[in-house]
């Protein structure tokens, strides 16, 4: 296996940074939190940490069934394409990151959603966190396009379905994080999320716009050097 401790940290931050910079995800997040609240009104605070793992499940369930499709595909191409693919993804990257940076934000063009419910809340927690990570990935782009980047620099399988775990992951720590957190946190942090949206945005497409131009510059680059 090809160990990329560095692609799995950038993986981490990219999945994290999908539902936090991506507006139209923010409409999931009160009924995640009316979701918790009920859960502690009936004296199940406990079991609220235990609702966000079941959601991270979820998440990580999406990524899975979403990172085996296109590792597969991945596979399948010869190392010639996965070298052509490379830098054109993130020379896309590039400029999505500078669109990022200039305040344009595609996720806008997405309407907003609403999350699926069952009879049992731990049901209901797992397809909550398959629904928020399927519609995080539309909403915020840039991110998926920075895992995809992190993909074409390796024909491993295996290192790559990690690089989409690792992704999975980092989706669901907001969330975790909140089933955590008393509600009143739980407001705040939605409401910061909500008002500094732009900052956030301008931030992670400054950071991306640095790995993008690091790839294609002293990787790609240099191999036509």
Do not use: K
């Not at 993804?89 to 063009?109: C, E, F, Q, T």
């Not at 074409?152 to 690089?163: H, Q, W």
């Amino acid at each position: 296996m090809d160990i990329s401790p560095e692609t799995w940290i950038l993986s981490f931050f990219a999945g994290l940074y999908t539902p936090l910079g991506a507006m139209c995800v923010l409409p999931l997040y009160p009924g995640y939190l009316a979701f918790l609240a009920g859960r502690t009104a009936q004296g199940r605070r406990g079991s609220t940490l235990l609702i966000g793992l079941a959601v991270t499940a979820g998440v990580i369930g999406a990524m899975l069934a979403f990172g085996v499709i296109f590792v597969s595909v991945l596979q399948v191409s010869t190392g010639v394409v996965i070298g052509l693919l490379g830098p054109v993804v993130y020379l896309i990257l590039a400029v999505m990151s500078i669109g990022m940076i200039l305040g344009v934000d595609i996720g806008r063009i997405f309407p907003t959603v609403h999350s699926p419910e069952a009879r049992t809340p731990w049901i209901t927690a797992i397809l909550f966190g398959a629904f928020f990570g399927l519609v995080a990935l539309p909403c915020n782009p840039a991110s998926i396009i920075l895992l995809f980047a992190l993909s074409t620099t390796t024909a491993d399988f295996l290192a790559n379905f990690i690089n989409f775990i690792i992704f999975g992951v980092g989706m669901a720590t907001p969330l975790l994080l909140l089933s955590a957190l008393s509600i009143d946190a739980n407001r705040r942090a939605v409401s910061f999320l909500a008002r500094y949206h732009g900052i956030i945005n301008r931030v992670a497409g400054g950071i991306m716009l640095i790995v993008a131009l690091y790839y294609l510059i002293f990787v790609f680059l240099s191999e036509y050097l």
